[in-house]
């Protein structure tokens, strides 16, 4: 090769702008060893020009490679290189030529699938690149520029076709968005780290079907590696890294689009109506959850896969990523912390933080910033559901005693609070935890109730289960303010039955919640049904002794006789004071079956053998004529009114039987 013909140089350069050097015979047949295919001709000749091609290609191969190492292998470059081989010229004649036919149509040809031709193509580049760093180590001289101006040149045509064609191949990806068979895919691959190219490449091709790497074919993979690698090792780093971080990052923006999840600033959050912030809320952790099991996983095994050469790289490469979209997730959360407390929000709050959980264990070992940040983030969410449990306690503390139940039903502070407690016990771990964390700061605030430890409900020691301590707690504040609710009904018997509704509701609940029943303990359960019992006697107390009472034997003998009028007196009190009795239980409420059943059979098994000894006895005093103007109900007559105690009816009167 002649060193200093300024024509030659010319060829590569003209304004600063690299051209297609002129065919030459010697480069002519160059290419045709590279790039033609024969079409026509005798069999005999096309298999000999192919063994000649190959037999051309391996010379020159080998005398780029040996002047390669000469120049490294010569320790004081102020001596300047070797005579430089005519093969380096048509090396690089071979490099344009590819380029420029590759680039026909404006589209770059590399985007395909990996062939035998591109292997060849991206070796020499990577030759080119050995050369050009060689070349690079020598003093200046008029024959040391000439051959770096013209390998530098071509080499800097080659990156920028190389780029072109690995931002065209992570496009043409049309529906990537981390897909999970890219994880499973890359157990097969993970392996392969430690092979060489061609091994490495040969490795990916034989381990899979295409349609399981998602929309990256391993082929398409093992090229994105190859291009990959040999920019970086020419010097192209920035350029490389700066293509797949925009568009992978634009990939997960496309899938934010498609999950409907887009940027919400605090203002916005602030300012947005519970339910509208609600539907924001399950797109958000919608987006989380895919990000966690698909996204980031999927992301992390397609760039250790594309830069397997570089774990540096890699890791920088993925925390980047990563980091980009998790600052927009935080940015949310941290918003939600700023709204307004509220117990029913907490399932929300807690949907916030088991997301964030997840996303903070994908990320530990992985960029240190993420996880501090995600850290922070779930302790502040985690503070704002420990309040948000703690206003249920406060609301219950607090709710005013002003109208009675109808009918001493189960009051609907009962019935939320139980279901509250309920489907809080499918968060039960997270609230240990989150308990368990902000136990200081609830001692130090004293923003939370202290647990009642004189009720008879509290079995729990104080330094042992934090979640528990708030449900006994709020269990024994709901208890509380029933007690104040009851004395709310006038009538003493009402009152009973408003607590024995209420007492059945809350012990059938924790009875039915195994996450509540071990809070609670059987212990609980036994003492919560003896208070049941008696409440149970005392409504018997408070209703049924001033019946009983009517048909107490005393005080009806005069002189040793029975008194018709006494006893004329005593049939009609009972019945005066049945009907009254049964006009106003008959309107009460009683909905859960078993307790109902309980007091009729209770009512009955206490009233009508004590009438029917009563009736049999005392009947005879009276003629059989005037037994109907006093007896106005037989014992099926008063069980037969029993069974309508309790149903929350308007008092309805049934026929009387005649004796």
């Known amino acids: 090769m002649e060193q200093s013909n300024p024509d ?118 990577r030759r080119l690149s050995k050369l050009t760093n060689a070349l ?123 999950l409907e999840f887009g940027k919400i600033n605090m203002d916005d959050v602030l300012k947005m109506p519970w339910e509208s912030l609600d539907v924001e809320i399950r797109r958000w952790i919608k987006f989380v959850k895919n990000c966690t099991e698909t996204i980031f996983p999927g992301e992390k095994k397609l760039v250790e896969s594309v830069f397997s050469d570089y774990p540096l790289i890699c890791k920088s490469m993925f925390n980047n990523l990563a980091r980009a979209v998790v600052i927009q997730l935080l940015d949310f959360a941290e918003a939600i912390t700023m709204a307004q407390r509220s117990a029913e929000k907490l399932f929300k709050f807690l949907d916030i933080y088991e997301a964030l959980q997840s996303l903070d264990l994908v990320m530990e070992g992985d960029d240190k910033w993420c996880y501090e940040e995600i850290a922070a983030s779930i302790n502040g969410i985690g503070e704002l559901a420990a309040s948000s449990f703690c206003e249920l306690e406060i609301l219950v503390k607090n709710d005013p005693a002003r109208t009675p139940v109808l009918g001493g039903a189960v009051h609907p502070l009962t019935r939320y609070v139980m279901n509250y407690l309920e489907y809080a016990g499918e968060y039960k771990h997270t609230l240990e935890k989150i308990f368990k964390k902000n136990q200081i700061i609830d001692r130090k605030k004293k923003s939370f109730p202290a647990p009642n430890m004189n009720s008879f409900s509290f079995e729990i020691e104080e330094e042992g289960a934090p979640y528990s301590i708030r449900v006994v707690t709020l269990m024994d504040e709901l208890d509380s303010n029933l007690v104040r609710k009851s004395n709310l009904y006038k009538d003493p018997a009402l ?23 071990d809070v609670m303990g059987d212990n609980w359960c036994r003492r919560k049904s003896t208070a049941m019992r008696q409440y149970h006697q005392n409504y018997k107390r408070e209703t049924w002794n001033r019946v009983l009472q009517c048909l107490n034997e005393e005080g009806l003998q005069i002189n040793g006789k029975v008194s018709k009028t006494i006893l004329r007196e005593r049939f009609k009190s009972f019945t005066t004071t049945f009907d009254e009795i049964h006009r106003t239980q008959s309107m009460w409420v009683v909905t ?37 103007k006093y007896i106005k109900y037989q014992p099926e007559d008063i069980e037969s009114l029993i069974e309508g105690f309790f149903e929350g009816n308007a008092f309805s009167m049934p026929t009387r039987r005649r004796t």
Request: aromatic share 8%.
């Open 592 to 628: 859960d079956d078993q307790l109902q059943s309980e007091l009729r059979i209770s009512i009955s098994a206490l009233v009508i053998p004590a009438y029917r000894s009563f009736l049999g006895r005392f009947r005879q005093y009276f003629d059989y004529g005037k037994q109907t």
């Open 136 to 258: 690079s180590e020598f003093s200046s001289n008029s024959k040391t520029n000439v051959s770096l101006n013209q390998t530098s040149l071509v080499l800097q045509h080659a990156m920028t076709f190389l780029e072109e064609g690995f931002r065209g191949l992570l496009e043409d990806s049309r529906n990537f968005s981390g897909d999970l068979e890219i994880v499973r895919h890359h157990r097969k691959l993970s392996s392969f780290s430690s092979l060489n190219q061609q091994e490495y490449s040969e490795r990916i091709l034989e381990s899979g079907e295409s349609d399981e790497y998602a929309a990256y074919s391993p082929e398409i993979v093992v090229k994105m590696h190859r291009i990959a690698s040999t920019m970086i090792s020419a010097g192209y780093e920035t350029e490389c890294c700066q293509v797949y971080s925009i568009i992978r990052l634009n990939a997960i923006k496309n899938q934010m689009k498609k």
């Open 8 to 125: 030659k140089f010319n060829s590569f350069s003209k304004n600063g702008q690299i051209r297609t050097s002129p065919e030459t015979p010697h480069s002519r047949s160059l290419c045709n060893t590279f790039d033609q295919q024969p079409k026509n001709g005798i069999r005999k000749n096309v298999i000999e020009k192919s063994k000649s091609d190959l037999s051309r290609r391996a010379r020159i191969t080998q005398d780029i490679d040996q002047f390669t190492d000469t120049l490294w292998a010569i320790h004081d470059k102020s001596l300047g290189p070797p005579e430089v081989p005519d093969s380096i010229e048509a090396f690089l004649t071979f490099i344009e030529s590819r380029i420029a036919n590759n680039s026909r149509g404006g589209r770059n040809k590399i985007f395909g699938k990996m062939n035998k031709d591109d292997v060849l193509f991206i070796e020499a580049i």
């Open 495 to 517: 009152r009973e039955v408003f607590l024995m509704n209420n007492g059945r509701y809350i012990l059938q609940k924790v009875k039915g919640s195994s996450e509540i029943g």
